[in-house]
Nanobody, 127 residues
Framework: QVRLVESGGDLVQVGGSLRLSCAAS????????IGWFRQAPGKDLEGVSC???????????TYADSVKGRFTISRDYVQNTVYLQMNSLKPEDTATYHC?????????????????WGPGTQVTVSS
């Protein structure tokens, strides 16, 4: 059974850092593209970052413009977990963060490209 569980969300001050974890079970995270999304109250779901499956030589990543240079996505194949390191946090980063498994090939930040989702973890950035 495919399962994704996020953790690491917290209340943090502006400029602080957090590392979110997405623990996967029922499949190997190196064989699938995995994305991070976020949803703030009253706003649409926003694609944050995606890491491509391992093709034997390279791993691709992509980021939303709003987080480029501040967030880094990575993967640990031993832990079967994908991480999102978030630095220089801003109040506008406040949201529930979800990870998801992409059902298609190609790095994609559209939520319609994802078929399995975790329940989310709350990140709150206070000013």
């Amino acid at each position: 059974q495919v399962r994704l569980v996020e953790s690491g969300g917290d209340l943090v001050q502006v400029g602080g850092s957090l590392r979110l974890s997405c623990a996967a079970s029922g499949f190997n995270v190196t064989l699938w593209n995995i994305g991070w999304f976020r949803q703030a109250p009253g706003k649409d779901l926003e694609g944050v970052s995606c890491i491509s499956k391992w093709d034997g030589s390279t791993t691709g990543t992509t980021y939303a413009d709003s987080v480029k240079g501040r967030f880094t996505i990575s993967r640990d194949y031993v832990q079967n977990t994908v991480y999102l390191q978030m630095n220089s946090l801003k109040p506008e980063d406040t949201a529930t963060y979800h990870c998801a498994r992409q059902w298609a090939n190609g790095l994609d930040l559209r939520h319609s490209a994802y078929g399995s989702w975790g329940p989310g973890t709350q990140v709150t950035v206070s000013s």
